[in-house]
């Protein structure tokens, strides 16, 4: 689990030769993961759109006094998910606003209809419900969590994950994207980071490039994620995601990153990181997404057939086959995976709950990807 690129390497990531670091980048990808590219196969369930945070950058949440502010019932969050399981969806991906009721008593009072009082508790069940009534695994994207709620959720969900985003101190500030956000202070996200790993959690994990944040803070937030993964093993994943501009929000002015910035930090990430953690990026928020592969991900995140992407919904996800082409026309196989990576089914059992763990085995073939490859009518 040794990184490629020391401290000392940054300015090289930042100023050197682009072709170069990206070469660099291909040769580590392709000895740890050869000329295949993954996807998961997922239905998305915004369990509320509520949260206490107000981060300049996002369209997902809303205000409780919007008529579109909300939290699903349990008979929504079964619809979702059996609509997915129809249509060969194998990853539920939960994903909700950071604890809205100790802000909002909207949030508190729509939590107390369904007979709750903490949206963790809520969570907790409805990972229970989707297990009992469907064939899907869960994966939790609850942002900052406490021990006692790790130990709540990891019982009934496959992988969980909480994007660090950025160690920016300076972006907490007024008149910036984290401003008066309490969960996304740094060292809350960072200690949320080590928890999963102390859990043995297998977690997801990534960057938000463009809202302001520099270069060396990038460089230092991909060393804080290798670190934490040194010391657990529990990183499967790691997303480099692109700020994106929507008219609704804060930043509704503010400069998106370039191609060649992606593709330099998507590169920067690849020789920092442990070759055993996949480098994912997602391939709705570019048109020339197919160049990430030459930058060194392995990987394209979540692709639903069902779902819009409830976080960037002006962006709509590939169409499978479309993106099974593309990556063939690039040198790359296409092959579907399940929420949790084939280390964590096939080594370790503490890392996934028992009873979680022999389902996600039945779902996967002896590579422990997914053993049916729908987008190529394929069961292994």
């Known amino acids: ?57 996002c369209t997902f949440v809303k205000h409780p006094s919007s008529p579109e502010a909300r939290i699903m019932t349990p008979e929504q969050v079964l619809s979702e ?7 060969g969806c194998k990853e539920l991906l939960f994903s909700l606003g950071e604890k809205p009721e100790l802000r909002y008593e909207a949030a508190r009072k729509g939590l107390e209809r369904l ?3 903490k949206l963790t508790d809520y969570l907790r069940d409805m990972c229970a419900l989707v297990l009992r009534e469907t064939s899907l695994l869960p994966h939790v994207n609850a942002g900052t969590l406490t021990d006692d709620e790790i130990d709540l959720l990891k019982p009934v969900s496959a992988s969980m994950g909480m994007m660090l985003e950025t160690v920016s101190r300076r972006l907490t500030r007024k008149g910036q994207p984290h401003h008066a956000c309490p969960d996304k202070t740094p060292v809350q996200r960072l200690r949320t980071l080590e928890r999963a790993g102390q859990k043995r959690v297998p977690f ?8 302001g944040e520099t270069w060396e803070e990038r460089i230092e937030a991909l060393q804080a994620i290798n670190a934490a993964h040194a010391r657990h093993g529990h990183v499967q994943e790691v997303i480099i995601q692109n700020f994106q501009r929507k008219p609704d929000i804060e930043m509704a002015n503010h400069p998106e990153p370039g191609l060649e910035d992606m593709l330099r930090t998507i590169a920067a990430a690849r020789i920092i990181l442990s070759p ?16 990430y592969l030459d930058a060194g991900i392995n990987d394209w995140g979540g692709i639903s057939p069902v779902t819009i992407d409830f976080i960037n919904p002006q962006h709509d996800w590939p169409e499978i086959r479309s993106l099974a082409r593309s990556c063939d026309e690039a040198g790359f196989e296409l092959r579907e995976r399940l929420t ?34 729908r987008h190529i009518g394929e069961t292994a």
């Open 276 to 291: 055993e953690i996949s480098l994912q990026a997602p391939p709705n928020l570019s048109a020339r997404h197919i160049a």
């Open 340 to 373: 949790v990576y084939p280390r964590y089914l096939t080594g370790d059992a503490g890392f996934i709950n028992a009873s979680v763990r022999a389902r996600a085995l039945g779902m996967a073939g002896n590579t422990g990807l997914a053993r049916e490859q």
């Open 204 to 211: 997801t994990t990534g960057l938000l490039i463009g809202i």
């Open 1 to 57: 689990m040794t990184s490629h690129l020391p401290s000392s390497g940054a300015p090289l990531a930042e100023t050197g030769d682009l072709d170069a670091l990206m070469a660099q980048a291909r040769q580590i990808r392709d000895a740890a993961w050869g000329r295949r590219v993954t996807y998961s196969r997922k239905a998305f369930v915004p369990l509320t759109n509520m949260c206490r945070d107000t981060c300049g950058y």
């Open 115 to 117: 007979g709750y009082s």
């Open 81 to 87: 998910a059996l609509r997915g399981e129809r249509e």
